[in-house]
């Protein structure tokens, strides 16, 4: 598609920026440009004044008190937990787990299913574009169990090999654990094909839905995946808070992560009784506060719609691709057919991090690093790239700005 | 633009194109490896050591141009050093890169080593300039890290990794 065609008024974006006052930001004396959404995005006005409503007003500690206040952050904070479940098309609102974020999320799945249902000699698959939050707890796992992890090779595009992927499957194989979208390439998976190879072997399917969820709609039912999880912080809320959905008959045989209160039934010294679920895995006093700014955050992200949301950063992406691909000795790592708004690039000579800082100089924030995925660097040979990531916030200029900016480096390098 | 042509001058971006001491020797009786896991920077040393001076001196890695170019230069000024004088640079160079020492306005030993001051203002760069020098302080004291045949380096997490062994 050539850049001139683009339809870019899908929605109003000059409107959509005023709801950002950190937008308005000088740094280094030029307008923030920000490109680092993957890493995090930004909050909105609206979830701002959730949380100053939340704590001028509304603050307690949740289904532990009988008075007002206690009772008004119970309601909200499992209102929350309502708006999450109809944000992934959950079922049922006890299928979704509130957990520090992504990390802890995956975590909680390595502790209460893993350990329980993975032994030894049994496989663990996972895809070459993981961020390190979804290979080390079961790097951890394989550790203590004498377990195996097999890994889904990609192609120079920084796809997954479909025909690999399915020949690593037999017996022995217990779980997947996959990437929805590549923090590190932007690669959109083919999550549905696979989970739905990976089920004709009775194998749970857990996504790593981070850079996805906030891209993008999401079906949790359609997928049909077991576990999905993804980190409020990059979907303009807070940090702190993230979400674990799972099928209520797994959630309900696995076991618990944390020890605490609020996650029991009954205790004695002699035993103690779980709660159901989703309290079975909330141990100790959540992140309330943060549940409900995240419920916020959604209501927002819905007035906009994930569908005109994705359709918006498509055409940011292709923009940026044909005039980043324009440029002579820059080259973009990760080019899958099919991509979401993360454009990780290498300019010839030039290291990320002088990239970063030269960038930074004009208020450009870009991240770089090897993005928590040194296997994905390891197999592009390079020790780091840098990442330009949009959000639906990003306008065609700030990328004609980064275009500049990437010239400006080529110049001082020259 | 100017900001960054104080940090980035012509002398850094010579160094960072074509480093000094380049490659590493064989007969080494000193060697040290640094990473900063934060950018992928990683320095190897190698030297040779005999009456307590610095006799060669040779580095290799992967790095952004400051590492390269603080390695470059770094190994330049401590060729034929004694080990005590290399060490006085290292504390001076990184208090030069953390702002405790002004170059100017303090004795030092630092001469062209001075470019390197403006990495002060740039808290995430200030790692990459010390690598090397954390790395050489490291090699020239094999004992700070008995449970390590090869001494290795990490300056992930810390802003002045050398201080810890201080
Ligand atoms: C794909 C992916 N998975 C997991 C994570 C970890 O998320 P968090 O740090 O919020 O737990 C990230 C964020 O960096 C990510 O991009």
Not at chain 1, 103 to 125: C, Q
Not at chain 1, 252 to 271: A, H, N, R, Y
Not at chain 1, 298 to 326: F, M, R, W
Request: hydrophobic share 40%; charged share 20%.
């Amino acid at each position: 598609m050539k850049a001139e065609n683009l339809n870019f008024d899908r929605f109003d974006i000059e409107k959509v920026r005023a709801d950002f006052p950190i937008l308005g930001l000088q740094v280094s004396g030029k307008p923030l440009v920000y490109l680092d959404n993957a890493a995090s995005s930004q909050m909105p006005q609206a979830v701002i004044d959730r949380i100053v409503q939340y704590q001028t007003a509304e603050h307690s500690n949740i289904h532990r008190a009988v008075h007002y206040l206690s009772e008004l952050a119970t309601r909200e904070y499992e209102e929350a937990r309502v708006k999450v479940q109809h944000f992934l098309k959950a079922q049922e609102a006890r299928e979704i787990i509130f957990t520090r974020g992504t990390t802890e999320a995956i975590n909680l799945v390595m502790h209460g299913y893993g350990r329980a249902f993975i032994g030894k000699g049994d496989e663990i698959i996972l895809s070459g574009l993981e961020h390190h939050a979804n290979i080390v707890p079961w790097q951890m796992l394989a550790q203590e169990k004498g377990a195996i992890l097999r890994v889904i090779p990609m192609n120079d595009a920084g796809e997954l090999l479909i025909d690999e992927f399915e020949a690593l499957f037999n017996e022995k194989t217990k779980f997947l654990a996959l990437t929805h979208v590549s923090n590190a390439l932007g690669t959109v998976n083919p999550v549905k094909k696979m989970i739905a190879f990976a089920h004709r072997h009775g194998v749970p399917v857990l996504l790593d839905g981070a850079q996805a969820a906030p891209h993008q709609p999401v079906d949790v039912q359609d997928l049909d995946c077991d576990f999905y999880a993804f980190s409020g912080h990059k979907l303009c809320g807070p940090t702190g808070i993230g979400v674990l959905y799972g099928k209520a008959k797994l959630l309900e045989k696995m076991q618990p992560f944390q020890g605490g209160g609020d996650m029991i039934l009954s205790v004695t010294f002699e035993k103690t009784t779980y709660n159901v679920i989703p309290s079975k895995f909330e141990a100790g006093t959540p992140p309330i506060m943060a549940a409900i700014a995240l419920g916020a955050a959604i209501d927002y992200l819905n007035g906009i719609g994930l569908a005109n949301i994705e359709a918006y950063e498509k055409q940011l992406l292709d923009y940026a691709t044909e005039k980043v691909s324009a440029l002579n000795g820059v080259r973009i790592i990760g080019t899958a057919a099919k991509k979401a708004a993360v454009l990780s690039f290498e300019i010839k000579g030039v290291h990320p991090h002088d990239v970063g800082t030269i960038l930074n100089d004009d208020g450009i924030a870009i991240r770089t690093g090897h993005h928590c995925a040194q296997p994905v660097m390891q197999r592009f040979h390079v020790p780091a790239t840098a990442r330009a990531s949009f959000a639906f916030y990003n306008t065609r200029q700030e990328i004609d700005k980064l275009v500049v900016g990437i010239r400006k480096v080529q110049e001082m390098f020259s | 633009m100017s900001d960054m042509r104080q940090l980035y001058q012509e002398v850094i971006l010579d160094h960072n194109r074509k480093p000094r001491n380049f490659g590493s020797i064989l007969a080494a009786n000193r060697h040290a490896e640094g990473h900063n896991p934060l950018c992928g920077d990683h320095i190897k040393l190698t030297m040779n050591v005999s009456d307590n001076k610095i006799e060669t001196i040779a580095f290799e890695g992967e790095g952004c141009a400051i590492c390269k170019a603080s390695a470059s230069m770094m190994t330049g000024a401590v060729k034929g050093k004694l080990v005590q004088d290399a060490e006085i640079m290292i504390e001076e160079f990184r208090g030069m890169a953390t702002g405790t020492l002004d170059p100017d306005g303090q004795d030092n030993h630092l001469g062209r080593l001075k470019v390197f001051v403006g990495v002060k203002d740039l808290p995430s760069r200030v790692k990459c300039a010390i690598l090397p020098w954390h790395t050489l302080h490291a090699a020239l004291n094999p004992a700070l890290n008995p449970t390590q045949a090869e001494p290795s380096i990490s300056t992930e997490g810390e802003a002045d990794p050398v201080s810890d062994h201080a």
